[in-house]
């Protein structure tokens, strides 16, 4: 017999042998008909492999970010089998999930090629293997066999990864007439597959490196039900609706110019003015918590990047060195900010009484992205972080931290972000070599992050190997109105950098201490920040955020003296407003600005210039009735006061 601990440390015995299967089964019927895998001592394994001994085990349903993952990785499998059946002779390269489905990367024979008809063929066929319910069965292989097997099949793309491989760790997965190379885990059976969109097809170099062959990627979703399929498909077209891109081009927030350079974004008067306003909102919010603004360059000599252990670690996703013309001198564009604010802390002596010090600053910095890689603002080549480091003691640590946590969650509480998780990313026990520093360290890093959160009362859930190279993080994981997840706001503590910069403090002891740095970015990145705000908010921003707040639509030009006069008026109350005096027909003026989302519409006439009033329309809300000026001005500024009180409570 052996002992299983459940995730609420109860202990249960079975017979040596049992599977993930077996566990649910023996818990309740309704789980054994939802869970899609299980974790056993920290790994996540198919359903139906033994556990041979005692084990710490849990069990994930689709509700769970683990069975999602089992439950696409297998898809992916699925549509493998789907391609091969049509197009014998494919090479496959690798299918892995990703944040909502899954892909394929495959080298098609004889130079064949995917296009979207083909799409609708293949998911057919997935479902007729689904109704089969082929079992995905795990097997162990020698590297000497697996190299023989993929080398009969001609799969060049496999053997590359088999060489990869150390003997003993390799396995296969089959269902019904289709073998793959995979690690797993996987679905007992293609049964648990009932719905499948397959999404896009686009072009990947093999290893994601541009100097390799260009393969296709088939890209797919899956469901356990029908109708969540169809939910999924009703989100995307609301997800079309709210494009960063498409309602950034239609509000005239930012753009992009292939003469500037692909993947910098250029920003609009419209969208600096809510970039700079969403600044001076957390300027003032660091202000209160005690935070200093610094500036650094946009450049750094590339030794000051050796010494952090970017260069190491970011060399390949940086731009190239920059040569002077003095022999030896190197210098790169800044790919972190966090070197530059060290060289700052070393400026002059600090005392155990100095501590903390809070450096924050919006720096600018640069990463090389391939150009299929690029997307929008969530994806750019340039981007300002919303950084800031924060040097203490190790007595203040876990009250620094939670100071952060706190700024968080003024900003999420701004800006509407009810729904989201707090993720503790930890490094990877498995793969020491991913990153810096002693393993005491790490000890106290991961466990000051650990106790922060309960003290705090926050629900948060563990992530092995999502640390950064130099320490753990606290990620928050938001979920916009869509229920799409996005990564918001990053905290990490650091004992490395300060290690690494000999940076130091001479305690009450006289002697000298090295300080422990928090990392944080409650934004992440301005560009990628703003892009999720304006697909949760599908551009109807808060109205003390966005950048007009009105706009008065005189309805002939006969008008247009008195609509300068409200705007001037307005302006001069902190109205943020426009006039548009276009000759156009007041129905198109309505339609054109709802399109561009200014919350407020005052239509102005003979009626409203006689008596000094204005006709308030509300964005999606219509007729609001008439006002004066003042009363506008007032009624606007107790809206935004309202939406402001109460963000430290």
């Known amino acids: 017999m052996i002992n299983i601990t459940l995730p609420d440390n109860s202990v249960r015995e079975f017979e040596a042998g049992i599977t993930g299967m077996g566990i649910a089964e023996a818990i309740s019927n309704r789980l054994a008909k939802e869970v899609l895998s299980v974790s056993v001592n920290g790994e996540v394994w198919d359903l139906t492999r033994p556990i041979e001994t005692d084990a710490s085990v849990k069990l994930f349903t689709w509700e769970d970010r683990e069975g999602k993952e089992t439950f696409w990785h297998s898809s992916a499998h699925l549509m493998a ?10 090479k496959f390269g690798i299918g892995p999930c990703v944040e909502t489905g899954f892909y394929y990367d495959i080298d098609l024979p004889d130079g064949q090629q995917l296009t979207d008809k083909d799409l609708e063929m293949l998911e057919k066929k997935m479902l007729e293997f689904s109704r089969e319910r082929h079992s995905m069965v795990r097997s162990s292989i020698s590297k000497e066999e697996a190299l023989k097997m993929f080398t009969d099949k001609g799969d060049n793309l496999k053997t590359e990864l088999i060489g990869e491989l150390q003997d003993g760790t390799i396995t296969l997965y089959n269902q019904g007439a289709f ?23 686009a072009g990947a170099y093999w290893r994601g490196d541009e100097k390799r062959k260009m393969l296709t990627r088939v890209y797919g979703v899956s469901f356990p039900k029908q109708k969540m399929l169809e939910e999924y498909l009703v989100m995307i077209e609301e997800a079309k ?12 927030l930012f753009a992009f110019s292939e003469s500037v350079g692909l993947g910098l974004p250029l920003w609009l008067p419209k969208g600096t003015q809510l970039r700079s306003r969403l600044e001076e909102f957390l300027k003032k919010i660091q202000k209160d918590f005690g935070y200093e603004q610094v500036m650094t360059p946009h450049i750094g000599d590339v030794n000051l990047y050796k010494t952090s252990g970017h260069y190491e670690k970011y060399g390949k996703d940086s731009f190239q060195v920059i040569k002077t013309p003095a022999e030896g001198e190197e210098y790169m564009l800044k790919p972190m900010n966090c070197p530059h604010h060290c060289e700052i802390y070393k400026i002059k002596p600090r005392s155990y009484k100095d501590l903390p010090v809070r450096f924050a600053e919006f720096g ?34 876990k009250e620094e931290f939670k100071k952060v946590i706190d700024i968080v969650f003024i900003i999420f509480k701004a800006l509407d972000f009810k729904d989201y998780k707090a993720q503790i990313s930890l490094r990877d026990p498995n793969k020491p070599e991913k990153y810096i520093g002693s393993s005491e360290n790490w000890d106290k890093a991961e466990s000051a992050i650990v106790e922060a959160c309960e003290e705090k009362g926050l629900k948060t859930f563990t992530v092995l190997g999502e640390a950064a190279f130099y320490g753990p993080k606290l990620d928050f994981m938001v979920r916009d109105a869509l229920g799409r997840s996005w990564q918001l706001g990053t905290i990490q503590v650091d004992y490395n950098l300060p290690e690494r910069f000999q940076l130091e403090y001479i305690g009450s002891d006289d002697k000298r201490h090295r300080p422990v740095m928090i990392h944080r ?13 304006i697909e949760h908010t599908a551009g109807k921003f808060p109205l003390w955020l966005t950048p007009e707040q009105a706009v008065v639509l005189p309805i002939s030009e006969k008008f247009n003296d008195y609509a300068h006069v409200v705007s001037d008026m307005l302006n001069f109350s902190d109205i943020r ?5 276009r000759n156009e027909k007041i129905g198109r003026k309505i339609r054109d600005n709802e399109l561009k989302r200014v919350p407020y519409l005052l239509v102005v006439g003979e009626k409203e210039e006689e008596t000094r009033t204005v006709a308030v329309r509300r964005q999606g809300e219509g007729d609001k009735g008439s006002m004066t000026i003042d009363e506008f001005a007032a009624f606007i500024n107790d809206e935004v006061k309202k939406q402001l009180t109460g963000l430290y409570n």
């Open 241 to 252: 609706k709210r494009d960063h891109r498409k309602v950034g081009r239609e509000m005239e």
């Open 364 to 397: 600018t910095v640069y990463r090389y992205e391939q150009s299929g890689e690029l997307h929008g603002l969530t994806r750019v080549r340039g981007f300002t972080q919303d950084d800031a480091h924060l040097f203490c003691r190790p007595d203040q640590l």
């Open 179 to 201: 073998t793959d190379l995979c690690r797993g885990p996987h679905l007992p059976d293609t049964g648990y597959i009932k719905a499948v969109k397959l999404t896009a097809i």
């Open 81 to 90: 089998e789907a391609i091969e059946a049509f197009y014998p002779g494919t």
């Open 521 to 533: 970015a409650p934004f992440g990145s301005m560009e990628r920040f703003v892009a999720v705000l």
């Open 577 to 581: 407003t426009v006039v548009d005096d």
